[in-house]
T-cell receptor, first 114, second 114 residues
Framework: EPEVTQTPSHQVTQMGQEVILRCVPI?????FYWYRQILGQKVEFLVS????????KSEIFDDQFSVERPDGSNFTLKIRSTKLEDSAMYFC????????????FGPGTRLTVT | QKEVEQNSGPLSVPEGAIASLNCTYS??????FFWYRQYSGKSPELIMF????GDKEDGRFTAQLNKASQYVSLLIRDSQPSDSATYLC??????????????FGKGTKLTVNP
């Protein structure tokens, strides 16, 4: 069964450094998402992406964040200058079409900012 | 602010019993509703989705939706210790421009005791 994959599984970085989190969505999916979950808190929407552009972004997704689909398979989330409060699990999700139907999540990247 | 509310639990049931998980949502325009299971330290796993009023059954799981009451529930029959996890209710929120995102509740922690 096709799965969303994410790398790395765990990233440790120092405050102020740039990180890139990578995702490979399910191959026939067209809509891609990033969510995050701070330890002990709810899953929060960050951004949605379709047809090589952002469809919607939350207030969390400020100028320090960017997303890109550099090729036909990868979908990346970049944080330019990490802060302590960026420490969280970051999940990539994908779905076939932009109706929010059946979003499938990857295993996540645990980001630890020290 | 579009909210999804769940009892945080913990909910404890004996093995073989029915576990009942509840969720309310505030956006009357929502059309799609999802239940995810999340084991500790893992990503959300989609287990049920429901779009129409009424019941939807899949194996030991039954999702129930009442749009008039803005209420979604999940029943787990013949609960097993392996069902012990946090169950996340998610609601698809659609914006006028067409973009969509999932809004999650905080989750209900279920423990099934052998």
């Amino acid at each position: 069964e096709p799965e969303v994959t994410q790398t790395p599984s765990h990233q440790v970085t120092q405050m102020g450094q740039e990180v890139i989190l990578r995702c490979v969505p399910i191959s026939n999916h067209l809509y891609f998402y990033w969510y995050r979950q701070i330890l002990g808190q709810k899953v929060e929407f960050l951004v949605s992406f379709y047809n090589n552009e952002i469809s919607e972004k939350s207030e969390i997704f400020d100028d320090q964040f960017s997303v890109e689909r550099p090729d036909g398979s990868n979908f990346t989330l970049k944080i330019r200058s990490t802060k302590l409060e960026d420490s969280a699990m970051y999940f990539c999700a994908s779905t076939v079409w932009d109706r929010g139907y059946e979003q499938y999540f990857g295993p996540g990247t645990r980001l630890t900012v020290t | 602010q579009k909210e999804v509310e769940q009892n945080s639990g913990p909910l404890s049931v004996p093995e073989g019993a029915i576990a009942s998980l509840n969720c309310t949502y505030s956006d009357r325009g929502s059309q799609s509703f999802f239940w995810y299971r999340q084991y500790s330290g893992k990503s959300p796993e989609l287990i049920m989705f429901i779009y129409s009023n009424g019941d939807k059954e899949d194996g030991r799981f039954t999702a129930q939706l009442n749009k008039a009451s803005q209420y979604v529930s999940l029943l787990i029959r013949d609960s097993q210790p392996s069902d012990s996890a946090t169950y996340l209710c998610a609601v698809n929120i659609k914006r006028r421009g067409g973009s969509e995102k999932l809004v999650f509740g905080k989750g209900t922690k279920l423990t099934v005791n052998p």
